[in-house]
DNA sequence: TAGTACATCTCGGGC
DNA sequence: GCCCGAGGTGTACTA
């Protein structure tokens, strides 16, 4: 269902009905006005903007991967007349943030009877972990795991571990490259054990680690274990079959 | 430039001489192969493809903001047959990530000459910082500003200043609800100087602070004030005009 | 609902 | 290109 060159009226109907199945697409020149946490606005020019059945609106134009402006899930998208002109309304409550899309032109409005699935995502932080505990010896010969995502006064400790003195080992898992901010999560956590009187070593586990926070992991005491999560999640996948 | 039902090859022209111009439209049922960092896969499904002429692959579906799929700017990213489909590749260099569409029916393929323009937003930290030091007065009655943005060993400092007794005023600006990560952000500057015998405070400058994030601040010793972006944006439009 | 942490985060600025 | 931090981040999960 779609209509090139529509009339405004054609417009506000395919929006507001043909929303609900799914998404709208619409192409037009239009100025956009963001008012809320911030504000902006664009000048006219040809966009396009989505409107989904959640009410989700966004504007995209022809770079970048995110919307120049938006609404998220949730907000309130209608369409109607106002001086002549198609107007798109989007309100988002709390934060209160409103979008309005003026269009001086219409090049294109259509609903698509597009659904929502599920998606197994296999490799994220998560799956990561879950890969070291199975398989801890990848980390250090000899290392027990205690627990996993430990609360604290701090933060969730990744993997909780003893090595073969008995130590505490902290484990920090990151999927890509370690910045700065992972050694000072590692060090807080390393930090409540240390201040107790208690030996305790902390490890960062990552794909990499910047030069930067290579050196304060020095500095701190902590060690750093390279691991690459595709690896890992290959030799799981072979060893668990 | 727009087909209903396209034939295949029209849809492979379309896409791939069309993205040049802006964005390019494809709505179909499609399976999506996701691999790089991490790995999934959509089942056959009606979902909203857009190429946009920076590369960039969008794969959407009926509810969220995000993409359910995508490949980010500078992807090379092309249409071809295989096997009597249309299929749509994406490859990433670094990271290596590769996303493929084969799709089993086409409703609907078009290009529109959607451009990209500036955006000017208002209201963002840096706003918030200069409007600060514009009025350190907001902060702290005396304060006096002595560096913004400066670099320390461990990140930046939003703002750096004196109080009337001469200390060191490490501030730490959040738009909006500042979490405990802001504290320990903030901690790690003051102590900085701490660390040199320096005296030295820290002040965290938000909307609003969470309970947790309360907790440590006092515990570290530092402190809190309460201002609101949009209201500090106002008062200093009206003081400097 | 608020708080917390992850994300194939994306994006822009600095060096 | 690496590094770093903000983002109107969005998103899922948990208490």
Chains 1, 2 share one sequence.
């Not at 037009?28 to 963001?34: P, T």
């Not at 009410?55 to 991967?65: D, N, S």
């Not at 996993?148 to 890509?176: M, Q, S, W, Y």
Request: proline share 4%; with cysteine; aromatic share 6%.
């Amino acid at each position: 269902m779609f209509v090139q060159n529509p009339s405004i009226d054609e417009a506000v109907r395919i929006i507001n009905s043909g929303r609900k199945r799914g998404v709208v697409v619409v192409v037009g020149i239009c100025e956009v006005v963001y008012s809320g946490r911030a504000a902006a606005t664009l000048k006219p020019g040809r966009r396009l903007v989505i409107v989904k059945r959640d009410g989700t609106l966004l504007v995209h134009e022809a770079e970048k991967a995110q919307p120049k402006i938006w609404n998220p899930p949730g907000s309130s998208t209608a369409a109607y007349v106002e001086g002549g002109r198609l107007v798109i309304k989007s309100v988002r409550s709390r934060p209160f943030e409103s979008v309005r899309v003026y269009f001086s032109s219409l090049d294109f409005v259509a609903a698509f009877d597009v659904e929502t699935s599920e998606l197994e995502l296999v490799g994220s932080e998560k799956d990561v972990v879950e890969a070291l505990v199975k398989a801890p010896w990848l980390i250090e010969e000899g290392l027990e795991v205690v627990g996993v995502e430990v609360p604290t006064d701090v933060g969730h400790i990744d993997i909780l571990a003893r090595d073969r003195e008995g130590r505490h080992v902290v484990v920090e898992v990151k999927r890509d490259v370690a910045t700065h901010d992972a050694v000072f999560q590692l060090a807080r956590y390393v930090e409540l054990y240390r201040k107790r009187g208690e030996r305790a070593r902390g490890i960062l586990v990552a794909s990499d680690i910047t030069a930067a926070a290579l050196e304060y992991l020095r500095r701190y005491g902590l060690e750093f274990v390279k691991v690459n999560p595709r690896e890992l999640m290959a030799s799981i996948n072979k060893k668990v079959g």
